[in-house]
């Protein structure tokens, strides 16, 4: 079992930047994909970003070049950083586990989640 707690969600009006991390315990393994997701209210959960094991990074095209992810395997922690948020960012965000390590970006494929963060953007 893996273990994944997220923090840093918030209210931002747009523009503004937030900061999410996601804290994994349990049976962890670098080797594991980790990932964002998120669910706006009415719409299906998305894939956000990615890391891999090798440290390459994916992004859903709606986010690629404001949004960064990033890992700290020490601390056995993933981060968001979102910049020049918009309101359609606005949804619940989800720390997810592939134990793929070549996955990562598929919702039907994801083992763990984390419980969600709340992001809001006002404009």
């Known amino acids: 079992q893996v273990q994944l707690v997220e923090s840093g969600g918030g209210s931002v009006q747009a523009g503004g930047s937030l900061r999410l991390s996601c804290a994994a315990s349990g049976r962890t393994d670098s080797r594991y994909a980790m990932g964002w997701f998120r669910q706006a209210p009415g719409k299906e959960r998305e894939f956000v970003a990615t890391?891999?094991?090798?440290?390459?990074?994916y992004y859903a095209d709606s986010v690629k070049g404001r949004f960064t992810i990033s890992r700290d395997n020490a601390k056995n922690t993933v981060y968001l950083q979102m910049n020049s948020l918009k309101p359609e960012d606005t949804a619940v965000y989800y720390c997810a586990t592939d134990l793929n390590p070549f996955g990562g970006t598929s919702v039907g494929n994801v083992d763990y989640w984390g419980q969600g963060t709340q992001v809001t953007v006002s404009s």
């Open positions: 890391i891999r094991w090798t440290d390459n990074t």
